[in-house]
């Protein structure tokens, strides 16, 4: 992964060829991640929420970042106590992120972003770190904008993973900045592909992305629950049932990934005539659950756009 040519570079180990593109933004190698390590760049964090904590937790599970060059910040210590047990150097300072990190993840809230960075003091002119932001409703048009009072044409990636991102099993879209390179986008693609399934896409599709993949967990989560209780309700043990359900969901999403069936086809395969599951299918046609799904996808796309146009 490249980011800053004083001091980035990707490390390849055995058996992943280093195909090297220099560039006059840094160096970037081969774009296989399976066992690249990134050092010794340092990467900073603005905000350690969960979604901060689940990217940098594959970083470092991944050995794309060293630990001990990374940077953390936050206003308070009930996050960065976590970050420390990890390795990670921690700072109630923002402004030393800013100016020691080459690629900066900017992990706040979406209503103390622009605080925060009228906070922060301009960097020096040889220091143009990337800044990826995670933030919801911010385009790249208002980021650009707004961190242009650091650093001249700034290098912005706009972000939107999700918190599976945390074992190595999310979903991590992003969409790149006018000031960008070449070696920035296959640096983001190597590192951001640690956390899963990671793609590029134009940025009006950013906001659907996060009804459907940014908030899609939550979803998800309550459908496990709920599975559970009915299998409760019917007599097994909590654990059991928990387990059961989480293990179908993971199945079923396993089978829709590796066959490349559509998923209705993979239905009626389950659906046997007269049978027990064409029947939980009816139950479920009756009480709205398609439609459930569908408006739980357009109401958070529609807040992500609310947040952006409030900002």
């Known amino acids: 992964m490249v980011l800053n040519k004083h001091q980035t570079q990707l490390k390849q180990t055995e058996n992943v060829p280093a195909e090297g593109t220099v560039t006059d933004t840094g160096t970037v190698f081969s774009d296989s991640v399976h066992e690249s390590i990134l050092i010794p760049a340092n990467v900073g964090f603005v905000g350690c929420g969960n979604m901060a904590q689940a990217l940098l937790h594959s970083f ?106 945390m074992v190595g099993q999310g979903c991590c879209l992003y969409t790149l900045g006018t000031h960008t390179s070449p070696a920035d986008s296959f640096a983001m693609n190597s590192i951001l592909s640690s956390v899963g399934f990671c793609a590029e896409i134009p940025e009006y599709q950013m906001d659907a992305a996060c009804g459907l993949a940014g908030s899609g967990p939550a979803y998800i989560y309550a459908a496990i629950e709920a599975l559970a209780d009915g299998g409760v309700k019917m ?70 756009i609310e947040l952006g146009s409030d900002k």
């Open 235 to 304: 007599g097994l043990p909590r654990q059991l049932a928990q387990t059961l359900a989480a293990q179908t969901v993971k199945g079923a999403a396993t089978m829709v990934l590796e066959h490349g069936k559509h998923p209705a086809q993979l239905k009626d395969e389950v659906c046997s005539p007269g049978g027990t599951t064409i029947a939980a299918m009816h139950s479920l046609e009756k009480n709205g659950f398609r439609n459930a799904l569908i408006s739980a996808v357009e109401a958070a796309a529609l807040r992500s």
């Open 60 to 165: 470092i599970k991944k050995e794309l970042v060293n630990p001990s060059c990374v940077i953390a910040s936050a206003p308070s210590d009930r996050n960065l106590s976590k970050l420390r047990t990890w390795g990670v150097k921690t700072t109630n300072d923002n402004n030393k992120v800013i100016k020691q990190c080459d690629v900066i993840f900017l992990c706040v809230k979406p209503h103390l972003l622009r605080k925060m960075i009228n906070e922060l003091n301009t960097l020096e002119a040889d220091h143009s770190p990337l800044f990826v932001s995670i933030v919801s409703g911010y385009d790249l048009n208002t980021l650009e904008e707004m961190l242009s009072v650091l650093v001249h044409a700034p290098r912005v990636v706009r972000t939107m993973p999700n918190t599976p991102s």
